[in-house]
């Protein structure tokens, strides 16, 4: 009997063969993409603070900072740590507020043109240009040449190796 009455005589199991070979090679595709991992999802919460970096909260991160919080001006604060170190606020920024209402404005147009709301470029843009940044216990500073200096990240030791930005 040839291999291919085998198959025709027991449709059943032929199935079953076909949709487990199927079912690995699928598994195998998805596991080439992803290299074994999740895939990663956007983030939806950022860290907050309320006390120039000292402590900070997770909240949405569609929140346009500055904005109120327990009767506290919140703005963002973005944390790292370096290798298995403690993590530590690197820097902090928020919005003009003519920065805040064009970004509240470019949102509520892609809300009632039922589109995308605004996109990474245009918020990169307004952020060098209508946003602030400091270092803890620093000044805000608004000069886009200058913000560059501000967000540069290092370790507290000066090494930039093991740098990685926290997650809420």
């Not at 199991?13 to 090679?25: F, I, K, R, Y």
């Not at 920024?93 to 805040?100: A, C, D, L």
């Not at 240009?129 to 540069?152: F, I, M, Y």
Request: glycine share 8%; charged share 25%.
């Amino acid at each position: 009997m040839s291999f291919r009455q085998a198959l025709n005589s027991r449709p059943i199991l032929t199935t079953v063969v076909v949709v487990a070979v199927s079912a690995a090679a699928l598994l195998v595709a998805v596991m080439t993409v992803f290299g074994g991992r999740a895939p990663e999802q956007a983030a939806t919460m950022a860290f907050f603070t309320v006390d120039d970096g000292q402590s900070w909260f997770a909240d949405d991160i569609n929140k346009i900072p500055p904005f109120e919080k327990d009767g506290k001006e919140a703005v963002r604060v973005y944390v790292f740590r370096c290798g298995s170190g403690r993590p530590f606020a690197a820097y902090l920024q928020r919005y003009t507020p003519e920065g805040k209402k064009a970004i509240e404005e470019a949102r509520r147009k892609a809300e009632a043109e039922n589109s995308s709301p605004p996109d990474l470029i245009f918020m990169t843009r307004l952020a060098k240009t209508a946003g602030e940044v400091k270092k803890p216990g620093g000044n805000w500073v608004r000069d886009p040449a200058a913000q560059s200096q501000v967000t540069r990240v290092t370790c507290p030791d000066g090494a930039s190796s093991g740098l990685e930005l926290v997650s809420p």
